[in-house]
Protein backbone atom coordinates (compact mmCIF):
# COMPACT_ATOMS: atom_id res chain seq x y z
CA UNK A 1 0.00 0.00 0.00
CA UNK A 2 0.92 3.57 -0.84
CA UNK A 3 1.12 5.86 1.63
CA UNK A 4 -0.27 9.67 1.46
CA UNK A 5 2.81 11.76 0.12
CA UNK A 6 4.82 8.54 0.63
CA UNK A 7 6.43 10.18 -2.73
CA UNK A 8 7.18 13.53 -0.99
CA UNK A 9 9.71 11.86 1.90
CA UNK A 10 13.27 12.06 0.47
CA UNK A 11 14.14 9.03 -2.04
CA UNK A 12 17.49 8.83 0.59
CA UNK A 13 15.58 7.45 3.21
CA UNK A 14 11.76 7.11 2.21
CA UNK A 15 11.71 3.35 2.22
CA UNK A 16 12.83 2.56 5.91
CA UNK A 17 11.04 5.96 7.01
CA UNK A 18 7.64 4.51 5.49
CA UNK A 19 8.14 1.21 7.12
CA UNK A 20 8.71 2.83 10.78
CA UNK A 21 5.60 5.05 9.96
CA UNK A 22 3.25 1.62 9.72
CA UNK A 23 4.90 0.01 12.36
CA UNK A 24 4.24 3.20 14.13
CA UNK A 25 0.67 3.30 13.22
CA UNK A 26 -0.13 -0.04 14.11
CA UNK A 27 1.43 0.24 17.54
CA UNK A 28 -1.27 3.19 17.82
CA UNK A 29 -4.17 1.59 16.62
CA UNK A 30 -4.26 4.50 13.46
CA UNK A 31 -4.50 4.58 10.02
CA UNK A 32 -0.64 5.25 8.80
CA UNK A 33 -2.23 8.00 5.98
CA UNK A 34 -3.19 10.27 9.03
CA UNK A 35 0.00 10.30 11.00
CA UNK A 36 1.70 10.86 7.40
CA UNK A 37 -0.71 13.29 6.48
CA UNK A 38 -0.02 15.27 9.69
CA UNK A 39 3.95 15.53 9.30
CA UNK A 40 4.01 16.48 6.06
CA UNK A 41 1.91 19.42 7.02
CA UNK A 42 3.67 20.17 10.24
CA UNK A 43 7.45 19.91 8.35
CA UNK A 44 6.46 22.23 5.55
CA UNK A 45 5.96 19.48 3.46
CA UNK A 46 9.44 17.94 3.61
CA UNK A 47 9.56 15.77 6.02
CA UNK A 48 12.93 17.38 7.27
CA UNK A 49 13.90 16.17 11.20
CA UNK A 50 15.54 19.61 11.72
CA UNK A 51 13.05 22.05 10.20
CA UNK A 52 12.45 24.61 12.91
CA UNK A 53 9.97 27.30 13.53
CA UNK A 54 10.15 30.90 14.63
CA UNK A 55 8.91 30.01 18.40
CA UNK A 56 11.56 27.24 18.14
CA UNK A 57 9.13 24.36 17.13
CA UNK A 58 11.39 21.80 15.68
CA UNK A 59 11.00 18.42 13.61
CA UNK A 60 8.55 16.04 12.01
CA UNK A 61 5.56 17.29 14.34
CA UNK A 62 6.77 20.69 15.59
CA UNK A 63 7.78 19.77 19.23
CA UNK A 64 8.32 22.71 20.86
CA UNK A 65 11.21 22.70 23.78
CA UNK A 66 9.35 22.04 26.76
CA UNK A 67 7.58 18.93 25.19
CA UNK A 68 10.97 18.21 23.89
CA UNK A 69 12.19 17.95 27.67
CA UNK A 70 9.17 15.98 28.74
CA UNK A 71 9.98 13.24 26.00
CA UNK A 72 13.67 13.28 27.18
CA UNK A 73 15.03 15.07 24.81
CA UNK A 74 15.84 18.85 23.58
CA UNK A 75 15.06 20.74 20.28
CA UNK A 76 18.57 21.05 19.25
CA UNK A 77 19.55 16.75 19.88
CA UNK A 78 15.88 16.19 18.15
CA UNK A 79 17.80 18.40 14.74
CA UNK A 80 20.35 16.07 15.07
CA UNK A 81 18.63 12.91 14.37
CA UNK A 82 17.92 11.23 11.60
CA UNK A 83 13.77 11.40 10.32
CA UNK A 84 13.77 7.69 11.15
CA UNK A 85 15.67 8.41 14.41
CA UNK A 86 13.00 10.93 15.63
CA UNK A 87 9.85 9.00 14.31
CA UNK A 88 10.60 7.03 17.61
CA UNK A 89 9.94 10.51 19.95
CA UNK A 90 6.98 10.85 17.64
CA UNK A 91 5.69 7.39 18.75
CA UNK A 92 6.78 8.59 22.34
CA UNK A 93 4.58 11.53 21.98
CA UNK A 94 1.61 10.54 20.72
CA UNK A 95 1.38 7.16 22.73
CA UNK A 96 0.13 9.41 25.67
CA UNK A 97 -3.30 9.76 23.82
CA UNK A 98 -3.19 6.20 22.34
CA UNK A 99 -6.78 5.11 22.87
CA UNK A 100 -8.40 8.13 22.35
CA UNK A 101 -7.74 8.20 18.12
CA UNK A 102 -11.14 8.15 16.35
CA UNK A 103 -9.82 9.76 13.44
CA UNK A 104 -6.95 12.07 11.58
CA UNK A 105 -8.29 15.40 13.09
CA UNK A 106 -8.45 13.36 16.78
CA UNK A 107 -4.46 12.50 16.07
CA UNK A 108 -4.08 16.22 14.24
CA UNK A 109 -5.37 17.75 18.07
CA UNK A 110 -2.58 15.77 20.01
CA UNK A 111 -0.17 17.61 17.99
CA UNK A 112 -1.89 20.85 17.90
CA UNK A 113 -4.23 21.08 21.10
CA UNK A 114 -4.52 17.64 23.19
CA UNK A 115 -7.49 19.07 25.33
CA UNK A 116 -9.46 19.55 21.77
CA UNK A 117 -9.31 15.79 20.86
CA UNK A 118 -13.12 14.55 20.95
CA UNK A 119 -14.73 17.58 21.37
CA UNK A 120 -17.95 18.52 19.66
CA UNK A 121 -17.29 20.33 16.74
CA UNK A 122 -18.73 23.54 18.14
CA UNK A 123 -15.98 23.61 21.37
CA UNK A 124 -14.18 26.46 21.05
CA UNK A 125 -10.63 25.92 21.48
CA UNK A 126 -8.99 27.10 24.26
CA UNK A 127 -7.60 26.46 28.38
CA UNK A 128 -6.67 27.46 31.19
CA UNK A 129 -4.04 29.97 30.61
CA UNK A 130 -4.84 30.00 27.10
CA UNK A 131 -7.18 32.01 26.30
CA UNK A 132 -9.46 31.63 23.24
CA UNK A 133 -8.10 34.95 21.81
CA UNK A 134 -4.60 34.09 22.20
CA UNK A 135 -5.66 30.58 20.43
CA UNK A 136 -6.76 32.81 17.64
CA UNK A 137 -4.22 35.79 17.42
CA UNK A 138 -1.70 32.49 17.12
CA UNK A 139 -3.38 30.87 14.39
CA UNK A 140 -4.46 32.91 11.41
CA UNK A 141 -4.45 29.98 9.20
CA UNK A 142 -7.64 28.83 11.13
CA UNK A 143 -9.88 31.99 11.09
CA UNK A 144 -12.96 30.81 9.18
CA UNK A 145 -15.49 33.00 10.92
CA UNK A 146 -13.30 35.28 11.72
CA UNK A 147 -14.69 35.96 15.01
CA UNK A 148 -11.93 36.41 17.58
CA UNK A 149 -12.12 32.72 18.08
CA UNK A 150 -11.59 29.19 16.85
CA UNK A 151 -13.46 26.08 16.94
CA UNK A 152 -13.21 22.46 16.62
CA UNK A 153 -14.94 22.96 13.12
CA UNK A 154 -12.91 25.48 11.68
CA UNK A 155 -9.32 23.51 12.29
CA UNK A 156 -11.29 20.15 10.67
CA UNK A 157 -12.40 22.53 7.83
CA UNK A 158 -8.66 23.78 6.85
CA UNK A 159 -7.06 20.13 7.86
CA UNK A 160 -9.55 18.02 5.78
CA UNK A 161 -9.54 20.79 3.17
CA UNK A 162 -5.85 20.36 2.58
CA UNK A 163 -5.77 16.42 1.66
CA UNK A 164 -6.02 15.76 -1.97
CA UNK A 165 -10.15 14.98 -2.46
CA UNK A 166 -9.52 11.30 -4.08
CA UNK A 167 -7.58 10.80 0.10
CA UNK A 168 -10.95 12.04 1.70
CA UNK A 169 -13.29 9.90 -0.17
CA UNK A 170 -11.56 6.66 -0.16
CA UNK A 171 -12.44 5.90 3.65
CA UNK A 172 -9.17 6.69 5.26
CA UNK A 173 -10.01 10.01 6.00
CA UNK A 174 -14.00 10.03 5.95
CA UNK A 175 -15.32 9.44 9.69
CA UNK A 176 -13.62 13.51 10.08
CA UNK A 177 -15.13 14.60 7.20
CA UNK A 178 -19.40 14.12 8.13
CA UNK A 179 -19.74 16.97 10.74
CA UNK A 180 -17.69 19.95 9.81
CA UNK A 181 -19.78 20.08 6.12
CA UNK A 182 -22.66 20.90 8.09
CA UNK A 183 -20.93 23.32 10.56
CA UNK A 184 -19.53 25.33 7.73
CA UNK A 185 -23.12 25.60 6.32
CA UNK A 186 -24.15 27.26 9.53
CA UNK A 187 -21.65 29.48 10.41
CA UNK A 188 -22.35 30.91 6.80
CA UNK A 189 -25.67 31.55 7.26
CA UNK A 190 -25.41 33.47 10.43
CA UNK A 191 -22.59 35.49 8.90
CA UNK A 192 -25.41 36.10 5.97
CA UNK A 193 -28.01 36.59 9.02
CA UNK A 194 -26.32 39.41 11.04
CA UNK A 195 -24.82 41.19 7.25
CA UNK A 196 -29.06 41.34 6.64
CA UNK A 197 -29.78 42.44 10.18
CA UNK A 198 -27.40 44.99 10.20
CA UNK A 199 -28.31 46.20 6.22
CA UNK A 200 -31.97 46.26 7.72
CA UNK A 201 -31.93 47.66 11.53
CA UNK A 202 -27.79 48.83 12.60
CA UNK A 203 -27.32 51.35 9.53
CA UNK A 204 -28.33 54.91 10.17
CA UNK A 205 -30.07 56.54 7.72
Do not use: C
Not at 80 to 101: F, I, N, P, S, W
Amino acid sequence: MILLYENKVPASYRVAFVEKVKKISSNLGIDPNWLMAIMYFESAKTFSPSITNSIGATGLIQVIPSTATSLGTSTSELRKMTAVQQLDYVEKYLARYKGKYKNYIDVYFAVFFPLAIGKPDDWVIQAKGISASAVYNSNPAFRVLKDGKIRVWEVKKVMLEKLPSEWVNNGSFSLAVKSYKKQITVGLLLIVAGVTLYYKYGRTK
